[in-house]
């Protein structure tokens, strides 16, 4: 999965209507919005889709047409949203209608190409958690070699005996962790 950490725009013209993009965190999803139509307010659609994981680690997925025909414009841009792996992200794109109509073909492809062209301006970050475990203090020297080798980020907190690590990774990183610590010394995970 990825990720974006700042806001971005861009500007598709088809068949003389306008698309303006907005690609944003999703925690600045409603701000956006209200901002965009306030700011385009002779515009005739303001399209949006997102992703994000919930509390419970659960991908949440909606999307608008804003009056779009239906599965024209909210869905293709979900769409390119899911091909990129992008999460806790979202889309809006605000259409000014050139007096020309794209049909329901052209509406996808044009929604499809104004969400891709703003992502492809972006900077895409890979998800990373938090790796939390605990292993006995006389192992921490070894444990922040392997660590610092392979250049992960990580806190260390000491009590008693034990020192609690919290590691940023991957998926990948997190089973070479892991696997390291199962090759290496007695260890706990405390949580993911």
Known sequence: MQIIKERYESKLEVKKSQFLSFLCPFEQTQA???EVKKEHPKAVH???AYRFFDEAGRC???KSDDNE???TAGMPMLNVLRAYELINTSIIVVRYFGGIKLGTGGLMRAYTSAATAVI?????YEQKNILILSMPLQFLGKMEHFLKKNSLEFKRKFQMHKV????NVNKKEMNEVIMFCENSFPYEIQSL
């Open 120 to 124: 492809n301006l972006a900077t895409l």
């Open 164 to 167: 609690f690590l919290e590691i």
């Open 69 to 71: 025909p239906k599965g």
């Open 46 to 48: 303001f399209v949006y």
């Open 60 to 62: 949440v997925e909606d």
């Open 32 to 34: 956006l919005l209200k």
